[in-house]
């Protein structure tokens, strides 16, 4: 079946460190991958997609970069703010029902000033 | 444009209680709607889906249910509370059809603490 495995938090760092949040997957067909990030007490928000292989995805500094060969969507910053902590959540939809994503289990991201 | 909104945004239960929670959807018509729990410190666990009115599919056998009464009103409700249920209830939607390009979109979110 399908799934979404991200690396293990939590991760702290240093502002103005660079990021890396790390994400493989397994799916049959050729799905979509998607970055959220949920700020705490609230839900999740989209931070960027990739919908075919190669494609880069990006937003507010975050990129990721669909790479079918090693079946990986890691989310990179050059230089994270404290405003960026976060749970990040890797996901995928490849069904072609109701889209339903699959989720990782979320990586807990916290930036020290 | 589109908005999602959920209530209440806290709910604190006894045990045995029973549970309705709301999600409305504004700005779109016959949206995908979902419904996730996100228990402490862990991931996003689907708990059920609906493609339309009326049509519910459940992904995860439990004492919680949910109904589509309206286009774009998901309920999820419970006759009677476990401690276990506690969490943090996410509703989501996504346009509607076929296409798994297509992200989704998050509520708030509802935090229920059963005691």
């Known amino acids: 079946g399908n799934s979404v495995t991200q690396m293990e938090g939590p991760v702290t760092l240093s502002e103005e460190a660079f990021l890396t949040i790390n994400c493989t997957y397994t799916a049959t067909g050729y799905p979509s991958l998607f970055w959220y990030v949920q700020y705490p007490g609230e839900g999740l928000q989209l931070l960027l997609k990739?919908?075919?292989?190669?494609d880069k995805g990006s937003n507010k500094g975050f990129e990721a970069t669909y790479r079918k060969e090693t079946t990986s969507f890691h989310l990179e910053k050059g230089s994270v703010q404290v405003s960026d902590s976060a749970v990040y959540f890797c996901?995928?939809?490849?069904?072609?029902?109701?889209?339903?994503?699959?989720f990782g289990q979320g990586t807990r991201l916290t930036i020290n000033p | 444009s589109q908005t999602i909104h959920q209530w209440p945004a806290t709910l604190v239960q006894p045990v045995g209680s029973p549970l309705s929670l709301e999600c409305t959807v504004e700005g779109t018509s016959n949206p995908n709607l979902y419904w996730y729990r996100q228990a402490a410190g862990r991931g996003l666990q689907l708990l059920f889906y609906s493609v339309g009115i009326g049509q519910i599919s459940s992904e995860v056998p439990q004492n919680l249910s949910a109904s589509r009464p309206q286009d774009r009103q998901f309920i999820l409700s419970s006759k009677k509370l476990l401690l276990s249920d506690s969490g943090f209830y996410l509703c989501a939607w996504s346009v509607p059809g076929m296409n798994r390009y297509n992200e989704q979109f998050f509520g708030p979110g509802t935090r229920l603490t059963v005691l």
């Open positions: 990739a919908t075919k292989a190669d």
């Open positions: 996901a995928l939809n490849s069904a072609p029902g109701a889209q339903k994503l699959v």
